[in-house]
């Protein structure tokens, strides 16, 4: 479970990224980036989970959100010249 709050937090930080796209009409984007962060999660969730278990799971899963985050992040800053982030 902490692994996963881990990631929640990684995901908050960045922000709204997905809306920030989806309002501004690159939808085609922000699916692209949920589909390639879907295959690592999935990716990573049968090779970890042999070994790990639960935490291999909750690891693929974190990982995957944060790959969305950081693909979305860079497509707001290069698109919308938006820098998202807490900072």
């Known amino acids: 479970m902490a692994i996963l709050a881990v990631g929640q937090l990684i995901n908050v930080v960045f922000g709204s ?11 085609k984007h922000s699916l692209i980036a949920q589909f390639i962060a879907l ?11 042999p070994n790990y278990g639960a935490v291999g799971a909750a ?10 985050n950081l693909m979305l992040s860079y497509k707001v800053y ?10």
């Open 17 to 27: 990224v997905g809306r920030l796209l989806v309002m501004s009409g690159y939808e």
């Open 78 to 87: 290069k698109i919308l010249g938006i820098r998202p982030g807490a900072v």
């Open 59 to 68: 690891s693929a899963i974190s990982f995957g959100l944060m790959v969305w």
């Open 39 to 49: 295959v690592v999660a999935v990716a990573g969730c049968f090779a970890l989970i």
